[in-house]
Nanobody, 123 residues
Framework: QVQLVEAGGGLVQAGDSLRLSCTFS????????MGWFRQAPGKEREFVGA????????YYADSVKGRFTISRDNAKNTVYLQMNTLKPEDTAIYYC????????????????WGQGTQVTVSS
């Protein structure tokens, strides 16, 4: 069974940076496409970014393109989300997700989820 544990959230000011990490265990990490999603209070959980099994392909939501970077280290079973130039509207709980095979960009495509980490951006 896949287990995902996110870390790195916190309270920052607008314009600051944060790096989230997600540690994967239970299966072979390099067989899984990985994604990041976020959910703000009162809103649906939305796609943020995804990365292919090898790390060679990445996908981003328009709202974060150019500011966020997703990466992975298959030797460390870890996926990262580097978030730069943070805005108050980035405030949300950020979730790591995994799926066997190719990366995807829809919530329903992922079947393993972490518990989430809170990111709060003050103005």
């Amino acid at each position: 069974q896949v287990q995902l544990v996110e870390a790195g959230g916190g309270l920052v000011q607008a314009g600051d940076s944060l790096r989230l990490s997600c540690t994967f265990s239970g299966r072979t990490f390099s067989s899984y496409g990985m994604g990041w999603f976020r959910q703000a209070p009162g809103k649906e959980r939305e796609f943020v970014g995804a990365i292919s099994r090898s790390g060679g392909l990445t996908y981003y939501a328009d709202s974060v393109k150019g500011r966020f970077t997703i990466s992975r280290d298959n030797a460390k079973n870890t996926v990262y989300l580097q978030m730069n130039t943070l805005k108050p509207e980035d405030t949300a709980i950020y979730y790591c997700a995994a799926r066997v095979g190719a990366a995807a960009t829809t919530r329903s495509s992922f079947d393993s989820w972490g518990q989430g980490t809170q990111v709060t951006v003050s103005s």
